[in-house]
């Protein structure tokens, strides 16, 4: 099995887009000046990777932000988890429902589809909120660091 490197899975428009957006947790380009071209190292695992939203990436910026900014980070637990469950149905709609689509398999097939997605988030959403509102800060930062690694 070969291993392929991310910027060959990553779909052109969705790299294009990328380049020409600014993202809040980069640091601002200096006018007139070239950015350093680093050299690619293949990963070291093979891996997956999502594409969301802008503005689900600010919101989901803006919780981490907050969380860790905080004295005590427990008082911020709800909005995590919300974040944490948006990610989550972000990501089953990209790589469930986004193929499915796109293999025109019918409607019916596409309806049955969207009922068993519902149910399964409803079961995510209620096992993330509890699981996180029982979390203490030093967890909820491991959270945040993990989402953060997560967006690189």
Do not use: W
């Amino acid at each position: 099995m070969t291993q392929r490197r991310p910027e060959v899975d990553r779909p052109a428009r969705a790299k294009s887009a990328r380049k020409a957006v600014a993202r809040p947790s980069e640091p601002a380009a200096k006018p007139g000046g070239k950015r350093p071209v680093k050299a690619a190292s293949p990963p070291s695992k093979p891996f997956l990777r999502f594409y969301h939203s802008e503005s689900l990436r600010a919101k989901t910026l803006t919780v981490l932000t907050t969380l860790e900014k905080a004295k005590d980070g427990r008082q911020h637990r709800s909005a995590l988890a919300d974040i944490v469950v948006e990610l989550t149905d972000s990501g089953m709609e990209y790589y469930f429902m986004r193929p499915l689509k796109l293999a025109k398999a019918g409607f019916f097939i596409e309806q049955s589809a969207n009922l068993g997605m519902a149910a399964t988030k409803g079961v995510f959403g209620s096992v993330i909120r509890n699981i996180i509102g029982r979390m203490d800060s030093p967890q909820l930062l491991s959270v945040c660091r993990y989402i953060r690694e997560l967006m690189k």
